[in-house]
T-cell receptor, first 113, second 117 residues
């Protein structure tokens, strides 16, 4: 079945540091890939997405590139801020599965001033 | 425009009881999905409904059921609650069913925090 694996967390960085959160997936066909963010006490917000190989999703300084050859979708940001502290989830959607998202276990990011 | 709304925000129940959670999708969205998020884990898919019909079911026991109403709102019901049902229950709406990410971007509500004692 489909699965998403994220790097083990939590991750603690200082403000302005470079961020990478690794995500790899297993799925048949050509899934779409997503990064969601969850702030404390809130639901999930879509951060960025990519729908085909070599697509780069970007939003709010975050980027991720869909790498089919390595089945990866790593999240990066060049300079993190305290306000980026949240839990980040990688997810996939297969076109044949309707709206069923498969999520990774999440990575807690804490950014210290 | 209002986003996805869920009620109640928090709920405390005891083992063996029944619970009903409610979700109102974004206006114009016809598909509603339910997810369970246990503390420290990623959301797990429970159900998807589109045009009042069940279109997908995750690996959850029959104690979990759901329905969608003519106005596209939805209820999730859980019977005979267990301690392990304690979780954040998330509802997501999307414009339609199928068609990949372009047509199926999921918009999540704030969730209902269920605690089973």
């Amino acid at each position: 079945g489909d699965s998403v694996t994220q790097m083990e967390g939590p991750v603690t960085l200082s403000e302005e540091a470079f961020l990478t959160i690794n995500c790899t997936y297993t799925a048949t066909g050509y899934p779409s890939l997503f990064w969601y963010v969850q702030y404390p006490g809130e639901g999930l917000q879509l951060l960025l997405k990519a729908t085909k190989a070599d697509d780069k999703g970007s939003n709010k300084g975050f980027e991720a590139t869909y790498r089919k050859e390595t089945t990866s979708f790593h999240l990066e940001k060049g300079s993190v801020q305290v306000s980026d502290s949240a839990v980040y989830f990688c997810a996939l959607l297969r076109e044949t599965s309707g709206s069923r998202l498969t999520f990774g276990e999440g990575t807690q990011l804490t950014v210290n001033p | 425009d209002a986003g996805v709304t869920q009620s109640p925000t928090h709920l405390i129940k005891t083992r063996g009881q029944h619970v009903t959670l409610r979700c109102s999708p974004i206006s114009g969205h016809k598909s509603v999905s339910w997810y369970q998020q246990v503390l420290g884990q990623g959301p797990q898919f429970i159900f998807q409904y589109y045009e009042k019909e069940e279109r997908g079911r995750g690996n959850f026991p029959d104690r979990f059921s759901a329905r969608q109403f003519p106005n596209y709102s939805s209820e999730l019901n859980v019977n005979a609650l267990l301690l392990g049902d304690s979780a954040l229950y998330l509802c997501a709406s999307s414009p339609q069913y199928g068609g990949g990410a372009f047509y199926n971007e999921q918009f999540f509500g704030p969730g209902t925090r269920l605690t089973v004692l």
